[in-house]
């Protein structure tokens, strides 16, 4: 395992663990978010919102597990980061103003910038996706791999506040 593929797998586990654990601690309000949409029948606001929180606890899971089923983990999350942007985009060209369910609750409204971070996730799939390696990691390439995944992973947990500080005129 490279550090390449560790950074990638622990950007990826930190983070749909992170976001899994969020809307699990606010499971209503995910379900009031994914009501809002108004993507889906009435009736499948919360299997919906069970099935995404599963799907990432799943990703993240599979990502911990050897390179042939890693690969797997990989490609759920580049799928679940297509199918939020799909729903961004679409909440955004409608004008549908709903708060950003993806860590638990949330004042920020979705809105493009998180098309940006999926973009992002999905970079680090595709790169990671490419990239398993199923050599065992030196000392230097787990430092090197793990805290640059807790550094990614942190950025990507809280992009809202980054891209405010980095670019405030953009959040209007």
């Known amino acids: 395992m490279s550090a390449v593929d560790l950074a990638c797998r622990g950007v990826l586990v930190l983070v749909f663990a992170a976001s899994a654990i969020g809307k699990l601690d606010d499971f209503g309000g995910f379900v009031a978010a994914i009501r809002g949409l108004r993507l889906v029948p009435d009736a499948w606001p919360r299997p ?61 409204l979705l809105n493009r910038r998180h098309l940006a971070r999926n973009g992002l996730l999905a970079a680090v799939a595709v790169v990671g996706l490419t990239g398993v390696d199923t050599a065992p990691p030196g000392f230097i390439g787990v430092l090197v791999g793990a805290v640059t995944a807790v550094f990614v992973a942190a950025v990507v947990i809280r992009f809202d506040d980054v891209a405010e500080i980095l670019v405030p005129w953009a959040a209007r």
């Open 48 to 108: 919906v919102a069970r099935l995404v929180v599963a799907a990432e606890a799943t990703a993240a899971g599979l990502l911990l597990l050897p390179p042939r089923v890693a690969v797997v983990g990989f490609t759920l999350a580049i799928l679940l980061c297509a199918l939020f942007a799909v729903v961004i985009e679409l909440s955004v060209r409608r004008d549908i103003r709903v708060a950003c369910p993806c860590f638990g609750a949330s004042a920020d």
